[in-house]
């Protein structure tokens, strides 16, 4: 029997609070139909390593996340939960400690970088006095399919930049999004805190207008679908330019220099191929730590696979036990989200998207050549690599009916540029196609943004979005 | 008859070479007429470039400077494609010729070089490349470390014995090649010998407000007075050394912790006024961390005790005479470790003991004392032993019988932290916590990840006890870090009265291209760091400020004035009062005169940085 205000858990509208004591954390998941409303009242807490304010209501939607905090906290919530739940053996103490082994190595840099110091005390150059450059750690996450890499990988980002670092974050999978959507590669410096309520994507991207929290900026590369096996060679190529990107800002800011860089790596670790992807990783973006998250045998693997490496530091952690296993189902829902937020933004901080009509004549698509006759070459005897050095990685799309509903990447390249310069190119952003009309030769497209069809290359991946 | 392009090119090319052998010292028709004819056959300008590095190449060691003026002259007026043309093989053509010159051309060439590295106002990026520079200044940095140590090697007497003692710079086979350089007899030719020093490289080692510079470190002097000059002195060739030792052991953590010390500590002891005490301890420091690398840099030595006799005399062909001439004679007696060595030297053949250097830490402390560079002359151990702890105020590390251990890193860290001689940015209780970090416990390393340090989330929350009540961030309780949270919440302000005031609607923007995104460092921020320098507060690049934007403007507008370059030499020699550099001259081409740009003169004729006046209100 229902009796109102007899205090029956009516899941809509009670106000329910939960006490965490120190050192454990309270996990939960919030449906993508719902809205969880959550509020800090006492102590402090954390989201993945970003800290919680005490008072403001903080909204989530389509959320697995877990509150962490280091001394307790008392928490007051209200909305509709798929699953809550304590405990009190939480990962974080782990993973904070190897933050503060990577702080050591940053606050050593940070005192060896000439550079950096002037520009932090604003003293200026010291004839006579050596210049010296330093970076921090460059950290690459490896680990089994949901262990916990791209949490990790905020948790450790976040706790630098409340330290005040700024280090820079990449994504290297292109199924989940840094800050841009499915299908990409991306990085991008977190001088200012994530943004809790969109976790799920590391914070937001800018908008055109102000944000409560400074939006950051990402340099994106597109590669077009949600595994690199799906086309080796190119994925390397996006990766390394992006590798470009990181190392020439490492160059010129030297407070991202001494932060160091975080770096989310795919989750297939298939020794033949993924050990391969694991070397180029490594070599382009000059890793210098490797964490292994939960898997021993990775571990060693790369322990000795390294061993001869006097700089390479490899360790491991454990799997956070609060890590949530999805399917494919919901990589799906969750994409589709990803690109419905692009467009429209979330229901608190609305966006507006503009229709375009266009002649297909103007429209320069391309796609990535997809090499199915190649089998990868690390399964290759070796000195047979099988090089594509001819084959370009792009091939010219015909604009047809194909397109219907595609997610197209527009890049920073124009149509008379050679293959090779857009296959290079980053991306500028997205545009979603409406409609086909190939008797009237038009086109119709949904941009993020009110201008004119931008009259630059396209590239389309694997992706559709249905309104 | 039609003459192809490719003739009419290669006409161009001989006949500017021809123009360059003109050029045998600075004169500034020359060069400028050499500018305009580059600025004229823009089409030529590939073999332009290439008659100009040929010509620095191959021409007199003593013509070199005033062609590297004309590259300078027209990269800087002309600017591409001839920047890019030279930058290309300017590592090349510029340490090519650094090799060849004499200390006073050198250290022309330092304030050349210096010039390349400031932005170029129309552009606000320095005249080339990033990386190009970057490569030369490393150079430059190595030769200039190494000349270093070269001298401290002069100071040694090793009349006789010195051709069987390597000098320090002076390194085998597989060993760091960048030491090598300076030493190398191939590129230092007996001839190019300068006559006198003028200058050379003692003004290069100057601290900011001492006289005498580098000098000063060798002139004899009490021990006691220990300056500003002869610590930053000690402290680049400590750096020079922890630098050598990383490269040895790339994975040494502590050496790591050791070198960032040691580089904040030059910027703190260059910078900042510091008191006797002061300086005192931080000498003892040093001291002890002289001796531990000391004997790092002896025992590997010894590994290549073979490399010691080829070092022909004419290496140090274009050290400092002067130097040279006050030389006291002392050959170092076998074995001289042991004095400063708290722990026994390792065991070695003694044969390769015979050709040792003395200790390291003997060459750095020895020219300060008086004792060692006016009396000691073939002092045995025990005297040298007297004679130092005669000294007072000389700390020894023999006498604090302190394990020299790898915390010694550690340890220098923290105490020059509690002394409040490292701004670590916290204030000093939370400089204990930071000592906690940089602690030899905290590591990399599985052991250390595994074991739960509560303890150390004080880092995480305590050490930032002030709160953003709207979004949570923390901020350190420090001078500066009280204003990074005012102009963030000035932020918040804004951000909020904009929403509040801006009723369109929000669309998702582009994302940044590579070029805007690797420059974006300021746009990431809310509060910028530069402006909580200046002490102003206009902070905020939520969509573009205002006050920054006019600001730029105003820069870029002050940075194009010029006036003539003054005719008077004293003046042409004075620096920028608020900067103190130089000002640079170049060629206008509006004004067909040598000018320095960026230059603003008062009404009494004191000549101000454009930029600097406006930065400090003068303007
Ligand atoms: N401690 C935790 N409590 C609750 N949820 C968590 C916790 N850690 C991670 N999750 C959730 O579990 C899901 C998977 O975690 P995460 O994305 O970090 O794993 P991953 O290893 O990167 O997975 P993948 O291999 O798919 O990339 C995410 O939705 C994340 O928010
Ligand atoms: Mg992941
Ligand atoms: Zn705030
Ligand atoms: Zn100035």
Redesign the pocket.
Known sequence: MDLPGFGHESKNSNINTISLSAES?W???VGADATVNIKILEGNAEI?GTELALGPTYHFTA????I?TWRGCQIEWEGELLAEYI?DE??MPMYANLHFALEKLRAQAAGTDTQYIRKETGATATPGQPETEAEGPKVLII????????????ILTAYASKMGRSPIAVSL?P??SLLSLPGTVSAASFATMMDVEE??TWGSSATTGPMHIPPKNPIVYYFGSDSPTDNIPFYKAVMNRLSLAVSSRIAVDPKARISGTII?A??ILDPKVGYDLIDTIAADFSVNVIVT?GNERLYNDLLKRYQSRKDMNVVKVQR???????DATYLRSMQQRLFKQYFYGKPASPLSAFTVTTDISAFTVYKRAEQARLVSSSVLPIGSEVTSAKESLLTKTVVSAILQNSILALLYANPNDTEDDIAESSVMGFVHVLDVDETKKKLKVLMPIKSRLPAQVYLMGNYHYME | MVTSLQEELEDIRQEYATSLEELTFNSKPIISNLTIIAQENMQAAEVIARAIEDHIGKCAPGHKLPVLYLLDSICKNVGSPYTTLFGRNLYRTFTGAYTLVNDSIRKKMHELFKTWKQPVPSTGQPLFAHETLRRIESYLTKAMSAVLEIQQQHQQARPPSFRSTPPLGQTGPGQEPSRSYPASSASVPASMAPSTSAGGYDSYFQAPDTGSGYKSYAEVKPASAITKASLTADLSMLIELTREKIEDHPADVDAATQLSALTQLYQIVSTSELSGSQLQTIKTELDVLANDLGRYKSNKRKAHPDHSILSPPSKRAWNSPQLDQQVPVWTPPVATQPVYASTPPPAVNSLSIAGLQPDLLAQLLIPQMPQQQQQPQYVNNSALTAALAGIPGLVLPVQQSRQVSANDAAALLASLMSAGLINTGLSKPENKMLEKLMGSDVELSNKFIQKPRSDLVVLLYDSLPLLCSTCGRRFADTERDRKVRDAHLDWHFRVNKRLRDDSRGQSRSWYLGEEAWIQSADADADVNPDDINDGKDKAGTDGGDVNNAELAKKMQEVSQRYISTPKDAAVVNTPCPICMEKFKSVWNEKAEDWVWMNAVQNSNGKIYHGTCALECGLI
Not at chain 1, 63 to 66: G, P, V, Y
Not at chain 1, 143 to 148: A, E, K, L, V
């Open positions: 954390e996990r939960f998941e993945f959320a697995k996340l877990s962490y405990s939480s990962a680990g089994p399919r949901f262990s916990g890499k791209t949490s990790l990988a905020k999978d199924k989940e976790m799920e989310d795919t989750g998250v956070s036990g609060g890590v949530v296993e999805t």
